[in-house]
């Protein structure tokens, strides 16, 4: 195990039923935390269900009728937390429930919090508060709203909205275009009786894995499993690969207006190189050194020289093959500053690569890591995305991938960078 990763390894206690569950024992925290990942395909007729199931879900359970009741609970518990919520990975839709909690050995009066964290968790996933059957038309009601809002708000955020469109425009047509909040036009036919029916499909039908995280014994793993037996499960859903290459490309140019004071221009590059694949720790380098830092190609010739952007980097989606790199430029710089972005790609195609830039990369990666095994719920989210990409590396294996990455590597990665997309949000009165 590699030294100063110390986050724990997975270790698979049981699968059934289309239900994993995991244990990552580790010291390092004076909480645990229960997760559970129910994942489904990113599709237009379920994304805005699964985006309002844990919003209404979250409202209340039998046990614990409203919010307040929860978070009484909660406090009871020594201040435990407990959220919910939506994400999208590739073209995976996946609703996440999570509780935090003091770990055993930190309890003061011997509570056995850990059973009661878990009662409560599964509560709210297993028993919600039903009126007559379904969900409560008060809270289906607040939550619509409350989801409206946050998927209007989108735009409120104009460098995350921009590289959001980017992706979509890069994958129209595809599932992975379709924003994870889901459609406001969809809000209005959810029912109570049909979103009650589509979480009855959740929990007996979508692959679900399940994450215990810290001081977590084997008996109380074994009762994690013996609660999810009890669950009445059915086919479950098959889940697709996310992945797309595609080694040619005409490039699109999409421009959107709106009421900005600074023009967001992002290019949108499919990278072919799939996350399983022994070519993605080079990936992740040659990431790093066009734009992942201040030592970045990007970050020292568009942003830094040229002066022509308030900041540029570079992002990649692992799971469906893309990269986008992101800049905040004066709405009359687009063509000079995409010219310079172009000049860095093909910089780095022709290898073009110092010691520095190789260096400074791989030992910001590495702060980078570290970092992530600071929050058990980055340390999750390592692990189920490694689950869902096919891979088995912990953080310190990882690590030790990228250390061997050369620049011959590096460049290999480059060539195989598609620029697909060029999409500029722009002020209303600029001339296209």
Same mark, same amino acid.
């Given at each position: ?110 509570? @056995? ?71 406001? %036009? ?5 029912? /109570? @009786? ?27 793993? %074994? ?106 430029? @004066? ?62 590396? @912990? ?16 460049? /290999? ?20």
């Amino acid at each position: 195990m590699e030294t100063g990763f110390d986050a724990g390894r997975p270790v698979r206690v049981s699968s059934f039923n289309g239900i994993d569950v995991f244990m990552v024992n580790t010291d390092k925290f004076k909480t645990s935390s229960i997760h559970f990942f129910f994942q489904d395909n990113l599709a237009r007729e379920n994304v805005t269900k699964n985006a309002l199931l844990p919003a209404v879900m979250r409202r209340g359970s039998m046990e614990h009728p409203t919010f307040r009741d929860i978070s009484m609970e909660l406090e009871s518990l020594y201040g435990a937390t407990f959220d919910c919520g939506v994400t999208k990975k590739g073209e995976r839709h996946i609703i996440h429930f999570y509780t935090e909690f003091l770990s055993k050995q930190f309890v003061p009066d011997g509570t @056995d919090i850990f059973a009661e964290a878990l009662e409560l968790l599964f509560g709210i996933i297993t028993r919600p508060a039903l009126a007559d059957g379904s969900f409560r038309e008060d809270y289906l009601a607040q939550e619509k709203e409350n989801l409206r809002i946050r998927i209007e708000g989108r735009v409120n955020d104009k460098m995350s909205y921009s590289v959001e469109r980017c992706m979509e425009e890069m994958c129209r047509n595809e599932p992975f275009e379709i924003y994870d909040y889901g459609f406001v %036009e969809d809000l209005a036919p959810i029912t /109570a @009786d049909g979103l009650t029916a589509h979480y009855r499909t959740m929990l007996g039908t979508f692959p679900l894995q399940v994450y215990l995280v810290g001081s977590i014994s084997d008996k109380e793993a %074994e009762k994690v499993t013996g609660l999810l037996s009890g669950l009445a499960r059915g086919d479950t859903v098959k889940l697709r690969e996310s992945f797309t290459g595609k080694e040619k490309a005409e490039i699109r140019h999409v421009t959107e207006t709106m009421d900005v004071t600074q023009g967001k221009l992002c290019l949108g590059c499919r990278t072919n190189t799939a996350p399983g694949s022994d070519d993605y720790p080079a990936l992740m380098v040659y990431n790093g050194i066009l734009g992942g830092g201040i030592h970045s190609k990007l970050f020292r010739n568009v942003r830094e020289k040229a002066s022509l952007a308030y900041y540029c980097y570079s992002m990649l989606e692992k799971f469906k093959g893309l990269m986008v790199i992101s800049s905040g430029i @004066d709405t009359g710089n687009r063509e000079l500053a995409l010219d310079i972005i172009n000049m860095q790609l093909d910089d780095m195609s022709k290898g073009n690569i110092s010691d520095y830039e190789m260096e400074a990369t791989i030992k910001s990666m590495e702060t980078g890591i570290k970092s992530l095994t600071d929050s058990q719920v980055n340390i999750v989210d390592f692990y189920l995305s490694q689950t869902i990409a096919g891979t088995d590396d @912990d953080f310190g294996t990882l690590m030790e991938k990228i250390r061997k990455v050369t620049k011959d590597d590096v460049r /290999a990665a480059a060539q195989r960078i598609v620029p697909d997309t060029v999409y500029f949000l722009t002020a209303e009165s600029d001339d296209e």
